[in-house]
């Protein structure tokens, strides 16, 4: 998930204890029945879910985990201080429950001689910032289930129902037994499935069919929003989006599910990031999205890189991040593939389907190779391996760039952009990035299925498509501490990072201000020091993050008053004085910088021909 986008992955706090050895012997569940869930969202603009849950179980101690580590997002995140009022009666009469000592995600009950069922009752409170609102809901299943310890998720039978709002109507890959009024029953469900399988819901709805002509399985876009108005996609947007599906048809060769449903949700008062599954995916994004000219881009940049997770982490992915059950810790090193992978077709299906053009393609890749360097401190000690291996226990507030962030989805991305021209190069242009992907991702459609691979086994899929040193190319890459920007993919398909004075032709997060590349800062819109780049001359200044900037040269601070000033000490021996408040104090930094404005851009590199653009022409006719 780029922040705007695939990096607005939430993190939270990482749990530094894990049970070396998981509870597998001591549950009394009974299997082969199936556990009955119903989750009632009546109370969704209260904030507050209800799950009633049923199984069957025997005499004796039994031990229910609360999913904690989330497929997609990489870390044992399961929302457990959200569970409350939490109940258990066998046959009508109150069990009690103690929290397992070393893991707050386990509990464990002892069922009294004679009880054949297990009633749970939870509530489930929604975040400030998370997934509801007054109008809709995004019901991820791992949010309202418990499930018995013992059995592998794709053995647990789960026949799921939803009481909606009144009103409300809903979208999503689960296949549907039955709708009526304001219920709806689910077919029955393994575990694993369930929680792959978000539900939208909203009094907002629209559903729009996205199957290209000839393709033989169904696509559809599924919207919720906090206002009818918001729903109101373009026809040519809805034309691009048709063109996506295409164009991944045409990358991959093969698809890994039964039907697709984008699950898209509008408003300004959910966390703003996409999640991978399957057959679908859950993307959020800012309310009126739809109806403002950077659609395209803002969706481009978002749902082509969770489409693109259905083949590439859903279907393919790293051994060490499948595992049976959510309690088991999974192992990040592989993310570099996982995510960097995706972070690198999904812009390039963005581009080859025209919700980007070629233009804003180019200046993504500038915008990135920009924020890696030259002279980003963090890469200096932190190698790219590391923000993959070490996700989950590195975020922070603050410092991004000195910490070093996920770095595996931006560089990633850079990473298999040189992947693509190697493989071009010493194949002397007989293969593609897209053989790869139809040797790798390709083979029947058996539905939702998981075919894990190895470090190995990455490198093997390569070399068949292109003889070549994938083992040592990677090494290098990924346990570099160069500061030096890695645009080896960008020089080799014909193009160069420069800078100039011209602003950032980008949108969002990725268009943000030229501080950044010139004296070091990034500001918010209240002056805010969202970072200070360690060694930059802001930062030698004695600026860092969580200060805020209020005057410039005398002024009141506004972003234009400081874009005037540093155009000003281009020419001239003058420094830029800032006025910048620290805690409770004021203090006055004299920063020493005459580069003036820069930007980064791509421009050719007439020497060598343009095979990034190549890269992104449409590949499926008539488009
Ligand atoms: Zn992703």
């Excluded at 201080?81 to 939490?86: D, E, F, H, I, R």
Aim: hydrophobic share 35%; with cysteine; charged share 20%.
């Amino acid at each position: 998930m780029p922040l705007s986008f695939p990096s607005a992955i939430r993190f939270r706090a990482g749990f530094l204890a894990i049970p070396a050895i998981l509870c597998l012997l001591a549950a009394h569940p009974v299997t082969g029945e199936s556990i009955s869930l119903t989750v009632d969202l009546t109370k969704t603009p209260q904030k507050l879910l209800h799950a009633h849950e049923t199984m069957a179980v025997k005499a004796g101690p039994l031990t229910l985990y609360y999913p904690k580590w989330i497929p997609g997002e990489h870390g044992p995140n399961g929302p457990i201080s959200s569970v409350t009022g939490l109940h258990f009666k066998a046959d009508g009469k109150e069990v009690p429950w103690k929290r397992d000592p070393l893991d707050v995600f386990t509990f464990h009950l002892d069922v009294p001689s004679g009880a054949s069922k297990l009633d749970a009752d939870f509530d489930y409170i929604e975040p400030e910032g998370g997934s509801a609102t007054d109008k809709l809901d995004v019901l991820e299943w791992n949010e309202v289930v418990l499930y018995p310890a013992g059995t592998p998720a794709e053995k647990l039978m789960y026949e799921a129902k939803l009481i909606l709002p009144e009103g409300w109507k809903f979208g999503t890959s689960l296949p549907v037994a039955s709708a009526a009024g304001n219920q709806v029953e689910f077919k029955p469900i393994s575990l694993d499935l369930l929680v792959d399988s978000p539900v939208i819901a909203g009094g907002y709805y629209r559903a729009i069919d996205l199957t290209p002509p000839g393709e033989p399985i169904h696509h559809e876009i599924d919207i919720v929003a906090d206002a009818e108005a918001d729903l109101a996609m373009s026809p040519d947007i809805q034309k691009k989006m048709t063109n996506l599906v295409a164009e991944s048809g045409k990358l991959f060769g093969a698809r890994h599910y039964r039907d697709y449903h984008f699950l898209f949700t509008l408003s300004d008062h959910v966390a703003h990031f996409g999640l991978e599954h399957h057959e679908s995916n859950d993307s959020r994004l800012p309310e009126r999205t739809l109806l403002g000219p950077d659609a395209g881009m803002a969706l481009g940049g978002l749902l082509a890189h969770e489409f693109v997770h259905s083949w590439n982490g859903k279907f393919r992915r790293p051994a060490d991040l499948a595992v049976p059950y959510y309690e088991e810790p999974m192992q990040d090193d592989l993310l570099w593939g996982y995510e960097g992978l995706t972070d690198f077709l999904g812009p390039m299906l963005a581009a080859r389907s025209g919700l980007w053009t070629p233009e804003q393609y180019h200046e993504y890749l500038a915008s990135i190779a920009a924020m890696l360097g030259p002279g980003r401190p963090g890469r200096t000690w932190r190698p790219l391996q590391d923000t993959a291996t070490a996700v989950y226990g590195m975020g922070g507030r603050g410092w991004p760039t000195w910490r070093r962030g996920a770095d595996y989805y931006d560089e990633g991305d850079l990473l298999w952009l040189q992947v693509a021209t190697i493989v071009h190069e010493q194949s002397k242009g007989t293969k593609s990035i897209d053989d790869f992907c139809h040797a790798f991702h390709g083979g029947p459609n058996n539905g939702p299925e998981v075919k894990t691979y190895t470090f190995e086994q990455l490198v093997a899929s390569l070399h068949a498509i292109a003889p070549y040193d994938w083992a040592g190319f990677f090494k290098e890459k990924l346990d570099s501490t160069s500061a030096e920007a890695p645009v080896g993919g960008i020089e080799n398909g014909g193009w160069k990072v420069v800078y100039d004075d011209k602003p950032t032709r980008l949108s969002g997060r990725r268009g943000n201000n030229g501080d950044i590349y010139s004296i070091g800062l990034q500001l918010g819109p209240d002056g805010q020091v969202n970072d200070s780049i360690v060694g930059s001359p802001a930062f030698e200044a004695g600026i860092t993050y969580g200060m805020k900037v209020v005057g410039v040269n005398g002024r009141v601070y506004t972003h234009d008053v400081l874009e005037d000033a540093i155009k000003a000490a281009k020419d001239s021996p003058k420094p830029i004085t800032l006025l910048v408040v620290v805690d409770d104090y004021y203090q006055t930094s004299t920063v020493n910088y005459h580069g003036g404005d820069r930007y980064p851009h791509l421009e050719r590199d007439e020497a060598k021909p343009d095979y990034l653009d190549e890269i992104i022409k449409a590949k499926v006719a008539g488009q």
